[in-house]
């Protein structure tokens, strides 16, 4: 019997919990939210499905109970508030930091053997908050963000080469941001063939550019963050874990010392299996790939930064 947990019932929360449900990637799954009668109403309306999707994974929605989260095999941290008019940044990294911290610690009084898939923004320094305040191994803290940043990136090489989506490999490492995500165009391919060959350096160019503000155009067209995609990549990354399929998915993880970081979460590809991430795989970067990279790493630091300056680390 496997069992995940889902804490926070927003957009992304929701969509996460219906991607796990209608796939099927666990025996249970809960949803849980401070506001009252949210999960629990989300959760009904998803169960109300199950006769027209025929899937038979069941699903709880439940309002701050943690006891109901026992024994989960994999706990997804969606929770979190986004920026707000007149908000700094020190401020949303200190409400959202309370949030997740505070999660973390209630989520391991139930399930101490979870693998932890941190969503909340800003992800990378909400992973790198959830590793140290927790003390977990390293393997069991994965944050989600390269995940959807590839899947942008694959998505607009498909449209720029009109091919189908899921013929294309694309891979986007370094930190969740716009000006931080470092889409790996050497490395993309439609079939083996690399995309570099079909496409022009002003396309592949371009791709790159409306990959890095790939967030930001759809909170432009939506008023809001996304969140199918971002539920998808979530359930996708689940997925890996419980069947232990060993899939090679672009993650935010602990780094000593690979891709000369040490100390920091940021993406990087890595194997995913039923231990959480099970291996980081180099992809040897280039002198200028690698500048980037440091470049990322530094602005994700400094963001890190924050958590000691307003002591919650």
Not at 264 to 292: H, R
């Amino acid at each position: 019997m496997s069992k995940v947990t889902v804490v926070g019932a927003g957009n992304v929360g929701a969509t996460c919990a219906n991607v796990l449900l209608f796939k099927e990637v666990a025996d249970d799954i809960v949803l849980l939210d401070i506001k009252e009668g949210i999960s629990e109403g989300k959760a009904l309306d998803m169960t109300q499905t199950v006769g027209f999707l025929g899937c038979d994974s069941r699903i709880k929605g439940v309002t701050n109970d943690y006891s109901a989260t026992e024994k989960s095999d994999v706990v997804i941290i969606t929770s979190g508030i986004p920026r707000k008019p007149g908000m700094t940044r020190e401020e949303l990294i200190g409400v959202n930091a309370g949030i997740v911290k505070g999660v973390a610690e209630n989520i391991l009084k139930y399930s101490p053997d979870a693998v932890i898939i941190v969503v909340s923004n800003p992800m990378d320094t909400m992973a790198y908050l959830t590793l140290k305040a927790t003390g977990l191994p390293k393997n069991r803290v994965i944050g989600m963000g390269g995940a959807l940043d590839s899947a942008r990136f694959k998505c607009y090489l498909s449209r720029a080469l009109n091919v189908n989506p899921n013929e294309v490999e694309g891979l986007v490492i370094g930190g969740h941001g716009d000006t931080t995500m470092i889409p790996l165009t050497r490395f993309a391919t439609y079939k083996g063939l690399p995309v570099s060959n079909l496409l022009d350096a002003e396309k592949l160019n371009k791709v790159v550019s409306d990959t890095m503000v790939g967030g930001a155009t759809l909170t432009g067209l939506l008023g809001t963050s996304a969140w199918y995609a971002p539920g998808a990549a979530v359930g996708y990354l689940t997925e890996s874990i419980i069947y232990d399929q060993k899939k090679v998915i672009s993650c935010c993880v602990a780094l000593d010392g690979e891709y000369g970081q040490k100390d920091i979460c940021i993406g990087v590809p890595v194997v995913i299996g039923k231990n959480g991430w099970e291996k980081i795989i180099d992809y040897k970067l280039n002198a200028k790939e690698q500048e980037l990279f440091d470049k990322s790493a530094e602005a994700v630091r400094n963001t890190n930064n924050v958590l000691k300056e307003i002591k919650v680390l």
